[in-house]
């Protein structure tokens, strides 16, 4: 698994984007970058995770660099709902998640 | 479809005591993990399961024992139960995905406090 570096907490106004940084300098070829995220109170839930290509899905968008050493997580339209802890991961096949200290992003009114 | 249950939700115990926490799926995935998660830090795992029968150690094992006789459900015990096992437990499963790639999903919780 990949070491990954990221942010101990942001800040966003509601109805604003955010973009959710990870550094993975590490990361091997059939690593994916997985992101899951903590509401208080709650286990984790999955976000989205990609391998090369940006990703989107109904939640939030992935965007991968080109070398693959960093990856943002792109929420659209930051809800009061979307404070919580995010994780960023990065691991091949199923190896199992190896979680970090992720970054809280608190969302102001 | 419930998805990944805990039981129980919480437990307080004395130390030296055991107990056994269950998780259980209802989705057939083959993987399951139990971590734990400590005030203001990431989650850590213990033990998972690639599969009935099996289990393997994750990072934190020691003072636990696991156990997969059925495919949907996943046992943690602690023998015996020390303060610094006071903790936040999370179960999780997860299939094994066409390129190997997967998502877990993750059960409530259960809160043990050893005193």
């Known amino acids: 698994d990949a070491k990954t570096t990221q942010p101990n907490s942001m800040e966003s106004n509601e109805e604003e984007p955010v973009h959710l940084p990870c550094n993975h300098s590490t990361i091997s070829g059939t690593d994916y970058i997985h992101w899951y995220r903590q509401l208080p109170s709650q286990g984790p839930e999955y976000v989205i995770h990609?391998?090369?290509s940006n990703v989107n899905n109904r939640m939030a968008s992935l965007a991968i660099a080109e070398d693959r050493k960093s990856s943002t997580l792109i929420l659209h339209r930051a809800t009061l709902r979307d404070a919580a802890v995010y994780y960023c991961?990065?691991?091949?096949?199923?190896?199992?998640?190896?979680f970090g200290k992720g970054t809280r992003l608190s969302v102001i009114a | 479809n419930a998805g990944v249950t805990q039981t129980p939700k919480f437990r307080v115990l004395k130390t030296g005591q055991s107990m056994t926490l269950l998780c259980a799926q209802d989705m057939n995935h083959e993987y399951m993990y139990w971590y734990r998660q400590d005030p203001g830090m990431g989650l850590r795992l213990i033990h998972y399961s690639v599969g009935e029968g099996t289990t393997a150690k994750g990072e934190v094992p020691d003072g636990y024992n696991v156990s997969r006789l059925k495919k949907q459900n996943f046992l943690l015990g602690l023998e015996s139960a020390a303060p610094s096992q006071t903790s936040v437990y999370f179960c999780?499963?997860?299939?094994?995905?066409?390129?190997?790639?997967?998502?877990?999903?993750f059960g409530p919780g259960t809160r043990l406090t050893v005193t």
């Open positions: 999780a499963s997860s299939y094994f995905g066409v390129k190997g790639t997967y998502e877990q999903y």
């Open positions: 990609g391998l090369t």
């Open positions: 991961m990065a691991t091949s096949g199923n190896t199992p998640l190896v």
